[in-house]
């Protein structure tokens, strides 16, 4: 007679891939950066001071602001391409409606309502029509752009006034640090407090994560998406507003708001916000920002053409969505969730 005894079952040590997809790629990027860092200082004269690292950040804020609006929206397995539009568009109609002799509150207004009706067109499009999110929100961020145009204005350059509030925005400091980098901090807290504090931030992760399942527990998932859609489309507008207010002017063709959806959008997957929705932090937002910051700042300074810096900007897009794509594959379960 034989007796059966328990034995513990040892598991099997988890991969190199899931143990990389586990690890808060914060830090990593945050090395990345340092070792860029030294690089500059090593074959760049002036990169290492005060004024080039204040010049840095203060050109950052804005599209690091716009890249923690893209991190919610991806989070709840969405994507906004809409941001670019929405920023640029709604600060080149403030300018408009400013130079038509409108009081630049009610303009403010005129423009929230653009950016929150256009966030809101998002949202249900996406979440209660179930319209792929890539083309809604590249169609309305060109909406955005066309109808300020068309309806608004009458000029092709508006400067912001002097004095103005939007102008206050980039100006001064806050003990010694510039005002858009206090304001962008500013914005990088609010948004790691509401993903890691409140219950609507935990559902919007919990509904990247598995939208099935999260719908299934009773979750108010569509209501959730149509909120971070509208919360993109006001962050957007913020950071356009930061925009103009450092260049005291903008322009709203194609060529200028490529490049800003771009930026925000690379920090954001190098951050490790995963595309597969519902994996990344804050934290690695600022890290994704501030890595892109650097590397645009070493290319302007080692002076290359536009086109070698798109093509250097090109291949680190491909290699960020790559190693999401490795680290995050999509399972049969996730996929039925919905794609982007």
């Known amino acids: 007679m034989t007796t059966t005894t328990d034995r513990a079952v040892t598991l099997p040590r988890p991969g190199l891939r899931a143990r990389l997809g586990r690890s808060e790629q914060a830090y990593f990027v945050l090395g990345i950066t340092v070792l860029l860092c030294a690089a500059g200082a090593a074959t760049t004269p002036g990169f290492l001071t005060a004024g080039n690292f204040a010049s840095l950040l203060r050109l950052s804020a804005a599209f690091g602001i716009l890249a923690v609006g893209a991190a919610i929206v991806i989070l709840g397995k969405g994507i906004d391409l809409s941001i670019a539009g929405v920023a640029l568009g709604c600060a080149q109609a403030t300018l408009a409606l400013l130079s038509g002799g409108m009081p630049e509150p009610q ?17 249900v499009l996406v979440a209660y029509v179930e319209v792929p999110a890539l083309f809604v929100t590249l169609a309305t961020g060109l909406l955005v752009i066309g109808g300020v145009d068309v309806f608004l204005l009458d000029s092709n350059f508006y400067a912001l006034p002097a004095g103005s509030r939007i102008a206050e925005l980039s100006n001064g400091a806050v003990f010694g640090v510039p005002r858009p980098v206090v304001l962008a901090a500013l914005v990088f807290l609010a948004a790691w407090l509401f993903v890691t504090y409140t219950s609507a931030g935990r559902l919007v992760r919990a509904m990247g994560d598995n939208f099935a399942t999260a719908r299934a527990t009773g979750a108010p998932v569509r209501p959730l998406q149509v909120g971070t859609y509208m919360t993109s489309a006001l962050l957007a507008l913020l950071a356009g507003y930061l925009t103009v207010s450092i260049q005291g002017s903008v322009q709203t063709t194609v060529t200028s708001f490529d490049p800003l959806l771009f930026t925000a959008l690379t920090a954001t997957v190098i951050g490790g916000i995963s595309l597969a929705g519902g994996r990344g932090s804050i934290l690695g937002v600022l890290a994704g920002s501030v890595f892109i910051a650097v590397l645009d700042n070493l290319l302007v300074l080692h002076g290359l053409t536009t086109a070698v810096q798109d093509l250097i900007r090109g291949g680190v897009l491909i290699v960020a969505v790559a190693l999401d794509a490795w680290l995050h594959p999509r399972d049969e379960e996730t996929a039925k969730s919905g794609e982007l």
Do not use: D, S
């Open 107 to 123: 303009a403010i207004a005129i423009a929230a309502v653009i950016a929150l009706v256009t966030g809101l067109i998002n949202g």
